[in-house]
């Protein structure tokens, strides 16, 4: 049984010593220095990261304003076109002429005829 408590004894300080070992050998100052461009590179990275993610929740907000904006125009183009439609019926086009003066006509056109004379077919 004293062997047994002198083994876990002797393996909890191994495993003590080496987590110690393995702490200040990776995070010394040598080690840091020298992975100094790796860090900045890492930093640069993180800032693209975020910026990427700024400009694509504005670009989004964008779209969406736009799709907004387009579907008002839409619906003020559908509304412009039916009342176009409406007022270019001849009834309402009776009506708006009415205050002017002007009335369909009852007689039938007629149609006018060019008169050729002599000279004029012997240019042709």
């Known amino acids: 049984m004293a062997e047994q408590t002198t083994n876990t004894i002797n393996n909890e300080k191994a495993k003590k010593n080496f987590s110690f070992k393995a702490v200040g050998g990776l995070f010394n100052a040598k080690w840091?220095?020298?992975?100094?461009?790796?860090?900045?590179?890492?930093?640069?990275?993180?800032?693209?990261y975020i910026a990427n993610g700024h400009m694509a929740d504005k670009t989004i907000r964008n779209i969406a304003k736009t799709q907004k904006e387009l579907k008002e125009?839409?619906?003020?183009?559908?509304?412009v076109k039916s009342e176009v439609m409406f007022k270019s019926e001849e009834a309402q086009v009776l009506?708006?002429?009415?205050?002017?003066?002007?009335?369909?006509?009852?007689?039938?056109?007629?149609?006018?005829?060019?008169?050729?004379t002599a000279a004029n077919k012997k240019k042709d």
Not at 95 to 105: D, F, I, N, R, T
């Open 32 to 48: 840091l220095t020298g992975n100094m461009n790796f860090f900045f590179f890492l930093s640069l990275l993180a800032v693209l």
């Open 73 to 79: 125009l839409q619906f003020e183009y559908k509304t």
């Open 95 to 116: 009506k708006a002429a009415e205050p002017l003066g002007l009335k369909v006509s009852d007689v039938v056109p007629q149609r006018l005829q060019l008169q050729t």
